[in-house]
């Protein structure tokens, strides 16, 4: 499909919705199905052919102004729970469980539990970056 020649009149109207619309302005192209990078392409042209453009909202507030919430499912509600508790391990016993080890590396600590896992406890000494040749 041909891209749509949009003229510098009708790009800054569009801008200046934009900017007064209570939208970031990534928020407002995607509601207007305008490219982000063509938007700020548009206001960078603008401006330096001699054009007022105020900053966007959120970049003078510092913040978002208008937030979208997505719901998300963890568990399907259709999984049997004899599914679920496949994928699960049973809490240890113990009441309160007591550091086995701390290993300090630079500004991680890791603290070993008793009865931590022996694989979760390769992963984490592996992605701190030592003793992969132990295992």
């Known amino acids: 499909m ?21 939208l970031s302005d990534y928020q407002w192209c995607q ?31 510092g913040a978002v102004v208008v937030q979208d919430v997505v719901k998300v499912n963890l568990v399907s509600e259709d999984m049997s729970g004899s599914v679920i508790e496949q994928n699960t391990r049973p809490l240890a016993e113990a009441s309160t469980p007591s550091v086995a080890a701390e290993l300090v ?25 030592g003793a992969s040749h132990a295992w």
């Open 31 to 61: 509601r207007q199905d305008i490219n982000v990078g063509t938007f700020y392409n548009w206001v960078s042209k603008l401006r330096k052919a001699g054009y007022t453009i105020p900053d966007s909202r959120s970049k003078s507030e």
């Open 2 to 22: 041909p891209k749509r020649i949009v003229r510098k009149d009708e790009q800054m109207k569009l801008i200046m919705e934009c900017r007064q619309s209570g």
């Open 105 to 129: 590396a630079g500004n991680v600590t890791l603290r070993l539990f008793n009865g931590a896992d022996q694989n979760l406890i390769r992963c984490a000494i592996q992605c701190m970056g």
